[in-house]
């Protein structure tokens, strides 16, 4: 799933390639993408794109008269930017948006659709979950979030009405950064384990947006992936810890999502079976599609 670093670059290149131009026509593959009824589609045609911004893991598609295109891309959803007229690409197109200067499409790969678009006349902030950001939220703030539930720093870092734009794969690099178990209660988090998470949010996600929008305003992002060189531990199964060396474990959830961690580096070299941390988390598993 797109989270802040991705989504972030996407709004980077909407307004380095897209904001100025004229939507000319939008093309729905999937009716169901579109969950909203008024205003129309055909509202937003024959104006220009004058902005673009994230809500939590949203893109939003500004245009006068307080119109906005809100994507919602879920786990599987992705924007491309291609040439006027693109073709749909098959089964996983959802959507075009044909502007003068170039076709965004919005695809989502899979046979589960839970991308969404919607169509929105004045605030959008009703579909903002609520959660703080964490690279503008100061120390106490972060920490009333993370005493809002009584979750595990993983799932509290991946739900969206605490923190904004977080979700499995960068909560992940957060905590080895910050050298925390996923399994801690957030609501216990104090003294300088919580200034070590703060921390750590703000410079591993600072550096990832900052990667993101870099390289998004030199070219549109066409391959953006859970999945990263850059990262330490998400999707790292079996490999060496970059900092102590044992190997990366990770935890699959009954709904097939992973998440990964250092058992040296975080859990005091514990590795906890998958049963194990079912029997011990319950209800406290990292939402799946934030």
Not at 95 to 109: M, N, S, Y
Not at 178 to 183: E, G
Request: charged share 25%.
């Amino acid at each position: 799933m797109p989270e802040l670093p991705e989504i972030e670059g996407y709004v980077s290149g909407l307004e380095a390639h897209v904001v100025g131009a004229e939507l000319e026509a939008v093309r729905l593959a999937s009716a169901f993408f579109l969950r909203t009824v008024t205003p129309t589609l055909q509202e937003f045609t024959g104006r220009r794109l004058v902005g673009a911004g994230r809500l939590g893991k949203r893109v939003v598609l500004r245009f006068p008269d307080e119109l906005s295109l809100v994507v919602h891309p879920m786990v599987a959803g992705r924007l491309r930017w291609r040439p006027s007229g693109a073709k749909l690409p098959g089964k996983a197109a959802l959507a075009a948006l044909d502007f003068d200067r170039g076709t965004l499409v919005i695809t989502e790969q899979g046979s589960q659709k839970r991308a969404a678009l919607f169509a929105v006349r004045g605030s959008v902030q009703h579909l903002d979950p609520g959660g703080v950001e964490p690279l503008e939220v100061d120390e106490a703030g972060f920490a009333r979030a993370l005493a809002s539930a009584p979750h595990t720093l993983k799932r509290a870092l991946s739900e969206p009405k605490q923190f904004s734009g977080i979700g499995n794969a960068w909560s992940d690099e957060i905590l080895w950064h910050a050298r925390l178990s996923p399994f801690l209660r957030a609501t216990e988090l104090t003294g300088e384990r919580l200034k070590a998470l703060v921390t750590s949010a703000r410079e591993v996600l600072g550096a990832a947006r900052d990667r993101h929008v870099a390289a998004a305003r030199a070219a549109f992002p066409d391959k953006v992936t859970a999945f990263q060189p850059e990262m330490a531990v998400h999707g790292r199964f079996k490999e060496p810890c970059p900092r102590c060396g044992m190997r990366i474990e990770r935890i699959t959830r009954a709904s097939g999502h992973d998440f990964h961690y250092c058992p040296g580096c975080q859990t005091g070299g514990k590795v906890l079976a998958d049963r194990a941390l079912s029997k011990l988390l319950k209800d406290s598993w990292p939402p799946a599609d934030p």
